[in-house]
């Protein structure tokens, strides 16, 4: 079995920084792409940011210059570090990992989610 366990999240005040972190654990051969999703109340799943095996970067609109993911592949590790926090950033913010484990293909694997909220 994998599992994706997220942590970091918490209670900041706008202007304020939080770093989220998502281990992969359990039976992994290897992990492609990961990214973080997040989902507000009301609305729609929508990407933050991802990051290829190779290191390579997107992210959605909103976040660009305020957020940066990185990963650790050593430690199937991927990282959110997220500064100049806005209100707007409040939500859920969930991991996605693409990880192969121990057939040919990769499947997709969900954290659990972790609670951003950003308020004064």
């Known amino acids: 079995q994998v599992q994706l366990v997220e942590s970091g999240g918490g209670l900041v005040q706008p202007g304020g920084s939080l770093r989220l972190s998502c281990a992969a654990s359990g039976r992994v051969s290897s992990i492609n792409d990961m990214g973080w999703y997040r989902q507000a109340p009301g609305k729609q799943r929508e990407l933050v940011a991802g990051i290829s095996s190779a290191g390579r970067t997107k992210y959605a609109d909103s976040v660009k210059g305020r957020f940066t993911i990185s990963r650790e592949n050593a430690k199937n590790t991927v990282y959110l570090q997220m500064s100049s926090l806005k209100p707007e950033d409040a939500a859920v913010y969930y991991c996605?990992?693409?990880?192969?484990?121990?057939?040919?293909?990769?499947?997709?694997?969900w954290g659990q989610g972790t609670q951003v909220t950003v308020s004064s």
């Open positions: 996605k990992a693409e990880i192969r484990s121990g057939s040919f293909l990769y499947i997709d694997y």
